[in-house]
């Protein structure tokens, strides 16, 4: 994941994550199948629509910080240098 340098970019995952916590918090309250679309999007203060610029559905905004981390995770992995090979094929 690259790292958010414009305001529009942090504005939006700004958006992206608190639409995350509602829903989180909401699914914690109320368990995740009384947690509606809506009430994730008032409990963030945005539109419905503007939930569904960002997330496909309320199970994919719950998800989304464990693909931020996993990302986050790949990311550090691959930029680790190769370990040596100690002259083995």
């Given at each position: 994941m690259e790292a958010t340098t414009t305001l529009r970019e942090r504005k939006k995952e700004a958006t992206r994550q608190a639409?995350?916590?509602?829903?989180?918090?909401?699914?914690?309250?109320?368990?995740?199948?009384?947690?509606?679309?809506?009430?994730?999007?008032?409990?963030?203060?945005?539109?419905?629509?503007?939930?569904?610029?960002?997330?496909a559905n309320k199970e994919d905004a719950l998800l989304h910080g464990d693909r931020v981390r996993v990302t986050r995770l790949l990311e550090r992995l691959r930029a680790r240098p190769s370990p040596s090979r100690h002259g083995r094929r």
């Amino acid at each position: 994941m690259e790292a958010t340098t414009t305001l529009r970019e942090r504005k939006k995952e700004a958006t992206r994550q608190a639409l995350h916590e509602a829903t989180l918090r909401l699914a914690l309250e109320r368990g995740l199948d009384a947690v509606t679309v809506d009430a994730v999007a008032d409990e963030a203060g945005v539109s419905r629509r503007t939930f569904s610029n960002y997330f496909a559905n309320k199970e994919d905004a719950l998800l989304h910080g464990d693909r931020v981390r996993v990302t986050r995770l790949l990311e550090r992995l691959r930029a680790r240098p190769s370990p040596s090979r100690h002259g083995r094929r």
